[in-house]
């Protein structure tokens, strides 16, 4: 061949424009959670799982629209950047060998791949996201294309793109078994999906029959089975997250009723120390505007699952008890008020 590979494909797209708005994309996500409460070097779980971090408690609660949010979503700016070059690097040559609809596709069933796989290996064990799943799937289609295309190479080109992707992968792969906190599921099940991805959308240029090869034909089927074999083996949630948010939300609701009632019980004591209203009328506010928000409180926490395995479970029990014994104290004192003469002038000490 007189002309290269890389350098005919660079011709189809010189500015590569999916490549370059997936970076885009990713560094936007990771910017507007800056804003969202995330670390730069470092984001806790839990702001990753309010912004559709992958978790089995929650994605297999019916929010399986974590599979793709995970994919853009990354716990500090290392983690980012060292995902944005690798993009960059693979999916520059990867769209201008398949083409800007052919590698958004590749890239994005690869990543939902990666992250079901994850999904059914870590289960309720760890919190993933970040794009490395797509990107191992973008390696594994350049490896396919390279793979089906060698006779029209340069053999000196063959052995650096195809060993090159190869080395990487593998080498990044065998790191994720020695450094903790990488998510090796996501990479496994983003390289294979992306290898079948791009088996089937092989560009006639490289495939010239329109009819699969007896290989492609036996990489789909097995990507099918594989997929049906990970849809039936879904781990089983430690708990539903949905209900876990109820926890939260209504415990912060009682953090603001409290906030509130002690404010109230302020102005009431004030009114009493004024002498402006008889102790009667005070014990009515105390039983109106500081026991029964309470009591209602306590009775919408106790109408929630009480599931040990849930983390919020110990403060759920710990809301209920305040909650009560604020409720039975307001009106404790609102009893002892109706039972003191009102006395202008005097203040008030229930």
Known sequence: MDQSLLNRIELRAPVPPMTRLLIMLNVLVFVVMLFGGAGFWHSPNTVQLTWGANFAPATADGQWWRLASAMFLHFGALHLGMNMLALWDGGKLVERMFGAVRFVVIYLISGVGGNLLSLVIQGNDAVSGGASGAIFGIYGALLV????????????????????????????????????????????????????????????????????????????????????????????????????????????????????????????????????????????????????????????????????????????EQAKAYALQRSEASKAAADKLRNVPFMPGKPASP
């Open 145 to 316: 294309y390279v793979w089906f295309g060698r006779r029209q190479m340069q053999v000196q080109e063959f052995r650096w793109l195809f060993w090159g992707a190869l080395l990487f992968s593998a080498l990044t792969i065998a790191m994720g078994y020695i450094i903790p906190g990488i998510d090796n599921s996501a990479h496994i099940g983003g390289f294979a999906t992306g290898m079948v991805m791009a088996a089937l959308l092989l560009p006639t240029t490289i495939v010239p029959s329109k009819q699969l090869t007896l290989t492609q034909w036996l990489a789909a089927i097995s990507w099918v089975v594989a997929l049906f074999v990970l849809v039936t083996h879904l781990p089983a949630p430690k708990y539903r997250w949905q209900q876990e948010i109820a926890i939260q939300k209504q415990v912060q609701k009682l953090n603001q009723i409290d906030q509130q009632a002690q404010q109230k019980w302020r102005q009431i004591m004030l009114e009493g120390r004024e002498g402006s209203v008889s102790f009667d009328e005070l014990a009515a506010q105390i039983d109106a505007q500081v026991a029964t928000p309470y009591e209602q409180s306590f009775e919408k926490l106790s109408a929630l699952p009480e599931d040990p395995n849930l983390p919020s479970a110990a403060l759920l």
